[in-house]
Every structure is written in structure tokens, then in C-alpha cells.
């Protein structure tokens, strides 16, 4: 299978015939082999009713249903498993995001990325979303060092070795650049035409940001400590109780010179830092042993592999 189109959907009945007609459009004149798989998440519309049909029509539409609503991550997750094609693009289902962009896109793949994310350059959407887009966009890529402007962006294009090396669960779509990058994968971004909404609604709201913000959080923390907590835990908490430990014995310092030093707030600090510090190392300690009991199952991301030609134990091409 030379192409694969992921597709997950909530609610976009209206949408999704036109969107397969028009991927169909884009696709077909390439001469490729190609398949669309729609993750339908829930739906409570009648979008199970125009996948099944489009499945009936057409033999390179698999449709896999989730009994209720588990989020677009799980969506990706599933439908990354079930992509068979070299190059796995996905794509929001409700029309803004452009088919005629796909070839294009795969044109930058095969120039020699790994990742190729569009860039809704001009957004058709209303302020009140661009501007929280573009100061959140702005934090991401200062922060996770990955230089590209619309991380969100549904449309991207990606090799089929990243999307199976990458594992994307809890809300984590949203850093699929973030994660391929960290795993050795080149990334990209081309700028892609964005349409306004023309049929069902939104989805996401304004709590999308702060989430988001938790989920940079996670993303951070994973890629430096999720095989070392007691690095971050056990620095902070040697520097608190340090600084504890130095308070401390200044006051006893002069506790032993005759000053009287139970009414000092200094005293209160230092025993406030002490405490937190030791609180923060046992953290660190509790983190290890997590990290202890899951450490091999972390699994390391091997970016190419020279196997022996015989075809030796473990090669799983
Ligand atoms: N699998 C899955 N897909 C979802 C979920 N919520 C939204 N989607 C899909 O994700 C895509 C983007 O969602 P939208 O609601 O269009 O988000 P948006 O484009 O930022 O918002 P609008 O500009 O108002 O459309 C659409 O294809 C939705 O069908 C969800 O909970 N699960
Ligand atoms: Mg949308």
C-alpha cells in the first residue's frame, strides 16, 4: 500500500461523503495505491449510516466504530495500527482541511522528511481562537525546540515508520511533531489552504488551550525524566533543603551567641524548606521506583535497523 488517509471524526454526517469524493479527487490521478480508514469516535449523528455506505462502494474505505467517545488521540492511535501505507497522512473530517494538498504534501515526504505538518497560514477562523493559536503555537515551539508555527494542525503527512514508532494516547495528538522529532525523525511544515466550517460544529473550545498547556507539560517531562524522576525531583528537593539547612543553622548560630529565636519567621522558612525538600526526594525516589518497575518495557525508538540477511531472530520488517 503505497498511501494511507487516517481520518478520525465526531459528528460529521454532512461532511464526509464530499470529503472521500474530494480525497478521491486528489488521489486517484497519482496512479498510487491508496486507502481512507475513518475512525468514527462516538458519533451520535447519522455518520455511521454515510460510512457504511461509502465502505459498501468503495474497497479502500475501512471504517473502525469506537462504542463511545474516546478522544481523537485514541482515534490516531487505532487508525495508525490499521495504516498499512508507506505514507500515512491524516486529516480533520470536516472539509477545512484541503485534499487537493495531499499531493503535494507526499511530494515533500518523498523529497526526504518524516514529517510533513501543514500550516494553516490563513486561518479561517474568528479571532477569538487565532490569537490563543498563535501564543500557544509560540510557547510549543520555543519550549519543545520543534521550529514549526501550527502544531495542531489536523492535516499532516508522516512516513509510515513514524506513526508506528510514535505513540500517541491521552491528548497527545496535538505533539505528534514533538514526539517524531525527539525519536529522530526530520519534521517539516508546508503552509495548506484552511476553509471555514461549512457544515455540523465545533468540538473543541476554549479549554483546548489549558489542556494543551498540560499536555506540553507531560510531553516535556517525559522526553527528559520518565527514565530519571530523581534527576528533576532530587535536585529540587537538595536545593530547598539546603537552602533549609543553611537558615537553620544560622539561628542556631545564634541561639548558641544568646539570642532568642523562637518568634523568628526566618525559623518557620527554614523548617517549611526542610520539610519540602525531603518531600521532594522521596517524590523522586517514589518516581524511580515507577520508572524501576516499567523500565523495560520503555521502548526506545530505533530510527533505521541493518539487520543480518538471513533474516535473523527480531527482524520484524
Ligand atoms: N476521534 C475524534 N475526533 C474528533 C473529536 N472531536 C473532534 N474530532 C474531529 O477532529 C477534527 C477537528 O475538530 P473540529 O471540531 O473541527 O476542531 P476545529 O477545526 O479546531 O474547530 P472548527 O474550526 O470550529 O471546526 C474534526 O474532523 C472532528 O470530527 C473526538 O472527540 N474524537
Ligand atoms: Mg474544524
Given at each position: 500500500?503505497?498511501?494511507?488517509?487516517?481520518?478520525?471524526?465526531?459528528?460529521?454526517?454532512?461532511?464526509?461523503?464530499?470529503?472521500?469524493?474530494?480525497?478521491?479527487?486528489?488521489?486517484?490521478?497519482?496512479?498510487?495505491?491508496?486507502?481512507?480508514?475513518?475512525?468514527?469516535d462516538?458519533?451520535?449523528?447519522?455518520?455511521?449510516?454515510?460510512?457504511?455506505?461509502?465502505?459498501?462502494?468503495n474497497?479502500?474505505?475501512?471504517?473502525?466504530?469506537?462504542?463511545?467517545?474516546?478522544?481523537?488521540?485514541?482515534?490516531?492511535?487505532?487508525?495508525?495500527?490499521?495504516?498499512?501505507?508507506?505514507?500515512?497522512?491524516t486529516?480533520?473530517?470536516?472539509?477545512?482541511?484541503?485534499?487537493?494538498?495531499?499531493?503535494?504534501?507526499?511530494?515533500?515526504?518523498?523529497?526526504?522528511?518524516?514529517?510533513?505538518?501543514?500550516?494553516?497560514?490563513?486561518?479561517?477562523?474568528?479571532?477569538?481562537?487565532?490569537?490563543?493559536?498563535?501564543?500557544?503555537?509560540?510557547?510549543?515551539?520555543?519550549?519543545?525546540?520543534?521550529?514549526?508555527?501550527?502544531?495542531?494542525?489536523?492535516?499532516?503527512?508522516?512516513?509510515?515508520?513514524?506513526?508506528?514508532?510514535?505513540?500517541?494516547?491521552?491528548?497527545?495528538h496535538?505533539?505528534?511533531?514533538?514526539?517524531?522529532?525527539?525519536?529522530?525523525?526530520?519534521?517539516?511544515?508546508?503552509?495548506?489552504?484552511?476553509?471555514?466550517?461549512?457544515?455540523?460544529?465545533?468540538?473543541?473550545?476554549?479549554?483546548?488551550?489549558?489542556?494543551?498547556?498540560?499536555?506540553?507539560?507531560?510531553?516535556?517531562?517525559?522526553?527528559?525524566?520518565?527514565?530519571?524522576?530523581?534527576?528533576?525531583?532530587?535536585?529540587?528537593?537538595?536545593?530547598?533543603?539546603?537552602?533549609?539547612?543553611?537558615?537553620?543553622?544560622?539561628?542556631?548560630?545564634?541561639?548558641?551567641?544568646?539570642?532568642?529565636?523562637?518568634?523568628?519567621?526566618?525559623?518557620?522558612?527554614?523548617i517549611?524548606?526542610?520539610?519540602?525538600?525531603?518531600?521532594?526526594?522521596?517524590l523522586?525516589?517514589?518516581?524511580?521506583?515507577?520508572?524501576?518497575?516499567?523500565?523495560?518495557?520503555?521502548s526506545?525508538?530505533?530510527?533505521?535497523?541493518?539487520?543480518?540477511?538471513?533474516?535473523?531472530?527480531?527482524?520484524?520488517?
Amino acid at each position: 500500500m503505497d498511501i494511507s488517509v487516517v481520518i478520525p471524526l465526531l459528528n460529521e454526517a454532512d461532511s464526509l461523503r464530499e470529503l472521500y469524493e474530494r480525497i478521491d479527487g486528489a488521489l486517484a490521478p497519482l496512479g498510487r495505491e491508496w486507502e481512507v480508514i475513518f475512525i468514527n469516535d462516538g458519533s451520535t449523528d447519522s455518520s455511521m449510516d454515510v460510512l457504511r455506505t461509502l465502505h459498501e462502494q468503495n474497497e479502500n474505505v475501512t471504517v473502525l466504530v469506537f462504542g463511545r467517545n474516546l478522544g481523537k488521540s485514541a482515534a490516531l492511535s487505532v487508525g495508525f495500527k490499521e495504516a498499512a501505507g508507506d505514507v500515512v497522512f491524516t486529516m480533520d473530517a470536516d472539509l477545512q482541511d484541503d485534499p487537493a494538498e495531499l499531493p503535494r504534501m507526499l511530494e515533500v515526504i518523498e523529497s526526504g522528511y518524516d514529517l510533513v505538518s501543514g500550516w494553516k497560514r490563513e486561518r479561517k477562523d474568528p479571532l477569538s481562537k487565532r490569537l490563543p493559536s498563535k501564543l500557544y503555537n509560540a510557547v510549543t515551539s520555543r519550549l519543545s525546540g520543534v521550529g514549526i508555527h501550527d502544531m495542531n494542525c489536523g492535516l499532516k503527512a508522516y512516513r509510515g515508520q513514524v506513526v508506528k514508532t510514535i505513540r500517541v494516547y491521552g491528548e497527545l495528538h496535538r505533539y505528534t511533531p514533538v514526539l517524531a522529532q525527539w525519536a529522530g525523525f526530520t519534521v517539516t511544515e508546508v503552509p495548506v489552504k484552511h476553509h471555514a466550517r461549512q457544515y455540523g460544529s465545533s468540538k473543541f473550545g476554549a479549554e483546548r488551550f489549558l489542556r494543551g498547556f498540560f499536555d506540553l507539560l507531560t510531553v516535556l517531562f517525559l522526553r527528559r525524566y520518565v527514565t530519571r524522576p530523581l534527576h528533576l525531583f532530587g535536585m529540587l528537593g537538595a536545593l530547598l533543603f539546603s537552602g533549609g539547612f543553611l537558615a537553620g543553622l544560622y539561628l542556631t548560630v545564634l541561639k548558641f551567641m544568646g539570642q532568642a529565636i523562637g518568634r523568628r519567621p526566618l525559623l518557620t522558612l527554614a523548617i517549611l524548606l526542610m520539610v519540602v525538600g525531603v518531600q521532594f526526594i522521596s517524590l523522586g525516589l517514589l518516581g524511580e521506583m515507577v520508572a524501576n518497575l516499567k523500565g523495560s518495557d520503555i521502548s526506545y525508538p530505533v530510527r533505521e535497523r541493518l539487520g543480518r540477511k538471513d533474516g535473523g531472530l527480531g527482524d520484524n520488517s
